[in-house]
């Protein structure tokens, strides 16, 4: 999915601190990140090709989305309005995404919610039989509706 207004931001992995600090970036030891299947009931390993194990950022005036393998964090800052949070809830939930944590902060203008959450359905026997959407899509059509 290609949305003009959500730009992505691939993030490098480097090889010291000083490189992180000087770029001011991100980092993901992907070789330390194993994507998690919890609905393997078979015990035979599932191949998983929809998950990706890069750090991947997305953003737009008022959403920014992190990516990395089933997991996300969500920023959404805008101005105040009765029932956003439900509406943000709802949009995950539709999407089949699991909320983690969530922070709302707000003042008298504008409400800042960042929310941590893991995406499920996204891997296994689901993606192969159905053609279910990859993560990233998942997290990229819930922001959609955020914007």
């Known amino acids: 999915m290609n949305n003009p ?3 992505p931001h691939k993030l490098s992995v480097y090889t010291s601190w000083e490189q992180f600090l000087a770029d001011k970036g991100s980092a993901c030891n992907s070789a330390a990140i194993t994507p998690k299947n919890t609905n393997n009931v078979t015990g035979i390993p599932l191949l998983n090709t929809n998950v990706s194990i890069d750090f991947v950022t997305w953003s737009s005036h008022n959403v920014v989305l992190n990516v990395c393998g ?3 964090h969500i920023s959404v800052c805008c101005p105040k309005k009765p029932g956003l949070f439900t509406f943000i809830c ?3 939930e539709k999407n089949k995404i699991d909320i983690v944590s969530a922070n709302v902060s707000s003042d008298q203008f504008r409400n800042l919610f960042m929310i941590q959450t893991h995406a499920r359905g996204a891997s296994g026997l689901e993606q192969l039989i159905y053609g279910a959407l990859s993560v990233e899509d ?5 922001a959609d509706e955020f914007i």
């Open 70 to 72: 089933e997991e996300a």
């Open 138 to 142: 998942m997290y990229k059509q819930a």
């Open 90 to 92: 709802h949009v995950l």
């Open 5 to 7: 207004i959500m730009t």
